[in-house]
């Protein structure tokens, strides 16, 4: 039988990329799921297509999952492998977990764009190149000795060149548009290209972009369009394309979807958060990386009354934070890890304070400035312990990017129920990606309730409630005129004291309420048995990847389950008990070992490490691969080149 | 004493004062501070329960647990960043801001910089004692170059800035310079602050009595003052000296101290309203010994605060968008339906 993609094939060859024959021609085949990777030069719209190709798939009803991947160079110099930006999404027909593993079709614009993306390919994979962007110079720009879409070295790929830049040139030579306007479709082309060969309808993309540039530049609107058009015409009329492929429908659970990256929820689960409090939003914020579309998209949400403010730097963001907390807003920061330890300070003074504040840390490459466009989780010390004194505070860990909304809302929920700062620790890796949300009734949504002491015969600044927060009273009130700081407070009065007992007490208060909180969702998501020969114990953002893997695992037929904590503080109040019924414990982290150091330290249990800081998220297939050599009883490594994460004793 | 559902009584200075016992160093200037601010609110009618102290830390930042309103002691140098935030986010209040030299000019330079280039509404209490009081006597931003401190035994090697400079440098809209021996000009440049719309920058000199006491003494002292103090009043001349006969006028751009008899007509006329802050940053460079120090209103001009334009937007989008509901924001753009 043919071992290519044609199920029904009687062409009787064995070789796996047999070219077309006419018996293949058109055919159309259902598979289950697909990954595609868009890359090219930082300037050429890779992102706009990916994220285009995204909607109109999560429109016709695959479940999708989305990585965006680019330089942290806004125009690294064109052509280079530094400049290469891409953008990879994977859809199916049914539940999706990752951005995909292995790439099935690579789009890629230019010598540098295919170098730097080739070896993501899965052998017999689709790799279209732009051949027109294959000329000596740009392959030189590359690194590449001759010309690889020349002679056999793709062989093992069934590789398609289109003259893109001559197609999109020929389409638009009436345009009017001058050289550079006509250069700037070619991504639409692209596109169109890909539209048909999974059988996307062009409708939305259309649409897209009539709203866009319909307006405002009518002619550039009328450009895409045709080349989108003729991307797509070509790939149906041309021969390069035996087959054209269909990803059915996903069996979501029914409602109403919509596309979500993880900064996106954030924002969504902060206005939604103050709504259910009665509240204003105010979120005091500056640029960083991967952070600053959360600033965005609450800048553009003034209708709803939130109040967004650009400070002059991080300290100054949580600051303006803490003063609209005192003030009685609902108040929340936003940054990355480096913007974390600018913020230390402010965040030891929200603790004394005992006042509600939600910090969002978008985590990215460390450390310093680190890598800033890609992802990584090791900031979970920093968040967790990273502060001068005792200064406990809960830290929620967001798992993807529609759970960055509920992530956020639970924070805020945490932070006016307890009077506590209240850590959500998201990633780069789901900030920006995406996936199909199932949008939430407000109408079914618990209010959060929100107390202000008005009584002035029965207030104490620092009294506490039976869930030891205090008071939240706010300047206007007359009668409650108080003073707060950083100082110690004396237990119930707040009046400033250094008396070595209160302190003591004071500082035992503080841990045991954020100790005792309650969580508000969640505390961890469970895949598989409650007891098995392994437990993979993640936290955060790898849990579609740890969740591909143990159900990968399961269907193997090994006894293995997943645990994903979201409560990385306070843990929830049952793992201790749940670890030990497991033989053995993978902790797979985006880091050298950091909550299996909190494990390790917490519960007396060996839990080994497994660690990945590459500045990419975990592939499925390093976490079965994982979790097989552990139950072999070796110490996974993530590559061979990699140094292992726990240097180990001699013997 | 206050009832919540009756107005407030008409409140004296001392009905201000807070419980706690004032710790400052017998002599200190804060004092003086911290008496004609509560005189300036009892007869403004301030209402205690609307008005909000923040500080960072030093020794002037201990102000607001001694007012009867809220406070707020944060932490070094950020009191104009939660002041900010609390102003943007309530405007309804009275939000003041106590801070010091090194509070304000040193960890806290880039904040306040920031503030006054935004004019929120809000008023800035600079004690200026040219010294690091809280931590014993480092020399701070705005120490003479040359003095000799415990972290500068050889003398310090920094050349001082101006506080005022600054602040009209990143557009001030109110910078106005004090004394706190001065009680009465002090009540009344403290009058004219909280009465500005935006952020009011007030400088008030301030004698440390312990590390470094006496360093105003030639503008205090009875004797020495009228010779080396300058006040200036919008719309008088530059005029100073025990007999009143020694003004200040321009040559060309640079200012000199000439006999009023011999140039009654050259005389610089002060004006705070002055469009482009070009005078009153002249006036903010004159300093002692070379010219008398200058005290008063420097700057007074009207400008749009940040916390009015913000609600500007917010009012703008609102009528823009009347029906703006939180559901189908949650919905974006586009949605589809799976049954």
């Avoid at chain 1, 293949?24 to 050429?44: A, Y």
């Avoid at chain 2, 415990?150 to 800035?161: E, I, R, V, Y």
Wanted: proline letters at 7%; hydrophobic letters at 40%; charged letters at 20%.
């Amino acid at each position: 039988m043919c071992p290519s993609d044609f199920p029904d094939c009687e062409c009787g060859t064995t070789d796996t990329l047999h070219p077309p024959t006419e018996q293949h021609r058109k055919q159309s085949i259902s598979v289950p799921s697909v990954t595609i990777r868009f890359v090219g030069d930082s300037g050429d719209g890779m992102q706009l297509v990916g994220t285009q190709f995204s909607d109109v798939s999560a429109l016709m009803g695959n479940d999708i999952s989305t990585l965006p991947d680019y330089p942290s160079e806004i125009r690294a110099p064109a052509g280079t492998i530094a400049g290469v930006s891409g953008y990879q999404v994977q859809f199916a027909s049914s539940d999706v977990f990752t951005p995909g593993d292995e790439v099935d079709t690579l789009v890629a614009m230019n010598p540098a764009a295919l170098r730097a993306n080739l070896a993501s390919v899965r052998p017999g994979g689709h790799v279209i190149v732009n051949e027109d962007a294959f000329t000596a110079a740009e392959l030189k720009k590359a690194g590449y000795q001759g010309n690889p879409i020349e002679g056999e070295s793709l062989a093992g790929y069934r590789l398609v060149k289109v003259p893109i830049d001559r197609l999109t040139a020929e389409t638009l030579k009436t345009s009017g548009l001058t050289p550079k306007q006509i250069e700037r479709c070619k991504n639409f082309f692209s596109l169109g290209v890909i539209c048909w060969l999974y059988d996307r309808p062009l409708e939305p993309t259309l649409h897209y972009i009539d709203a866009k540039f319909g307006k405002k530049l009518p002619a550039v609107a009328a450009a895409n369009s045709a080349v989108l058009r003729a991307g797509y015409d070509f790939s149906e009329t041309a021969e390069f394309f035996p087959v054209q492929y269909k990803v059915d429908k996903a069996k979501l659970k029914a409602g109403k979807y919509r596309k979500v990256t993880g900064n996106e929820g954030v924002a969504l689960g902060l206005v939604t958060a103050a709504k259910l409090a009665g509240k204003q939003l105010f979120y005091g914020s500056y640029p960083i990386t991967p952070a600053t579309d959360i600033l965005h998209n609450l800048a553009d949400m003034k209708a709803h009354g939130v109040v967004t403010f650009q400070a002059e730097d991080e300290i100054a963001g949580i600051g303006s934070a803490i003063g609209a907390s005192y003030g009685g807003s609902l108040a929340a920061t936003g940054t990355s890890g480096p913007g974390m330890a600018l913020k230390t300070e402010a965040i030891g003074l929200a603790v004394m304070t005992e006042l509600p504040l939600v910090i969002v840390n978008v985590q990215r490459g460390g450390p310093s400035t680190g890598l800033p466009t890609k992802t990584e989780q090791s900031d979970l010390f920093q968040a967790v312990l990273g502060r001068n004194g005792e200064c406990p505070l809960p830290v929620i860990a967001a798992t993807s990017p529609s759970d960055c909304f509920n992530a956020a809302l639970e924070a805020a929920t945490l932070a006016i129920k307890y009077m506590t700062p209240v850590v959500v620790l998201t990633d780069g890796y789901i900030a920006n990606s995406a996936e199909p949300w199932l949008i939430p009734n407000i109408s079914d949504l618990q209010p959060i309730k929100v107390q202000h002491p008005t009584d002035p015969a029965t207030y104490h600044p620092y009294s506490r409630n039976a869930d030891g927060a205090r008071p939240w009273a706010i300047p206007g009130t007359p009668g409650l005129e108080h003073r707060i700081g950083g100082l110690e407070k004396q237990d119930i009065t707040g009046n400033l004291s250094g008396d070595p007992a209160n302190h003591h007490r004071m500082v035992q208060l503080r841990a045991e309420k954020v100790a005792n909180a309650k969580p508000a969702g969640a505390p961890w998501i469970w895949t598989g048995p409650e007891s098995a020969d392994l437990l993979l114990l993640g936290w955060g953002g790898t849990y579609g990847a740890i969740k591909a893997a143990t159900l990968e695992l399961q269907a193997a037929g090994v006894s293995v389950a997943a645990c994903q904590i979201r409560y990385v503080n306070p843990l929830p109040a049952d793992l201790g008990d749940a670890l030990k019924r497991f033989k053995k414990i993978l902790v797979p982290e985006l880091n050298l070992g950091q909550l299996v150091m909190l494990i390790r330290a917490k519960y007396l249990i060996d839990a080994i490490p497994f660690s990945k800081v590459r500045g990419q998220p975990f592939t499925v297939s390093e976490i079965v691969r994982a979790a097989n050599e552990c139950l072999q009883g070796k110490h996974p490594v993530i590559f061979n080149d990699a140094p292992a994460a726990v240097a180990t004793s001699e013997g | 004493m206050s009832n919540a559902t009756l107005p407030l009584p008409t409140l004296k200075p001392a009905d201000y004062a807070s419980d706690q016992e004032v710790r400052w160093c017998p002599g200190c200037g804060d004092y003086s501070v911290l008496a004609q601010t509560k005189k300036i609110l009892a007869k403004l009618g301030v209402e205690r329960n609307n008005t909000v102290f923040v500080s960072g830390i030093g020794c002037s930042s201990r102000f607001p647990y001694y007012m009867n309103t809220y406070g707020f002691h944060s932490i070094h140098g950020r009191a104009p960043t939660i002041a900010s935030g609390l102003k943007l986010a309530r405007p309804d209040l009275n939000v003041w801001i106590a801070t010091g030299d090194g509070d304000a000019l040193a960890i806290g330079g880039n904040h306040m910089l920031h503030l006054i280039r935004r004019n929120v509404n809000l008023k800035v209490l600079l004690f200026n004692n040219r010294i690091y009081g809280l931590t014993k006597g480092q020399y701070s931003p705005t120490t003479a170059k040359g003095t000799k401190t415990k972290s500068s035994p050889m003398g310090s090697l920094d050349a001082p800035m101006r506080p005022l400079s600054f602040a009209l440098g990143v557009g001030s809209t109110f910078a106005a310079r004090s004394m706190a021996t001065d009680v009465k000009h002090l009540e009344y440049v403290l009058e004219r602050a909280a009465k500005h719309v935006g952020t009011a920058f007030v400088e008030i000199y301030q004698n440390c009595v312990i590390f470094n006491d006496g360093v105003f003494e030639s503008m205090s002292e009875k004797d020495l003052k009228a010779d080396h103090t300058v006040y200036a009043e919008h719309g008088k001349p530059l005029v100073f000296g025990k007999n009143r006969d020694k003004g200040i006028r321009l040559n060309r751009l640079v200012p000199e101290i000439v006999n009023v008899a011999n140039h009654p007509d050259e005389i610089l006329v002060h004006d705070e309203r002055e469009s482009t802050s070009a005078q009153a940053f002249l006036l903010s460079n004159l300093s002692q010994p070379d010219f008398p120090e200058p005290f008063g209103v420097f700057r007074a001009i009207e400008r749009d605060t940040l916390d009015a334009l913000v609600y500007d937007q917010i009012h703008a989008a609102q009528a823009a968008k009347p029906d703006a509901e939180l559901q189908s924001l949650l919905n974006g753009s586009e949605t589809w339906v799976t049954a």
